[in-house]
């Protein structure tokens, strides 16, 4: 079965979700959501400790409180002065 491209809202085309969730290009607070969700793979040891801190905490209990991700392009409003 093939994998379907992934395009984000910016036009940047990926092989695949798999690979958009893997990409170096994305935000750390993206990173941190993806890792998180399992959606990622630690792609360098930064990001395995902060997987091993995320795991940790959820296994004290914890729930780490990522912020909601807002696209810039769904903040930009025609200014109606």
Do not use: H
Not at 40 to 60: G, S, T, V
Not at 69 to 80: A, F, K, N, T
Request: hydrophobic share 30%; charged share 35%.
């Amino acid at each position: 079965m093939a994998k379907t491209k992934f395009i984000t809202p910016y036009g940047v085309e990926y092989e695949s979700y798999e690979a958009y969730c893997n990409s170096p290009d994305l935000d750390t607070d993206i990173i941190q959501m993806k890792l998180r969700s399992g959606e990622r793979k630690p792609q360098n040891e930064f990001e395995e400790r902060l997987l091993k801190e995320i795991l940790d905490a959820r296994a004290e209990g914890y729930e780490l409180e990522v912020y909601p991700y807002i696209q810039r392009s769904l903040l930009r409003q025609e200014s109606r002065w």
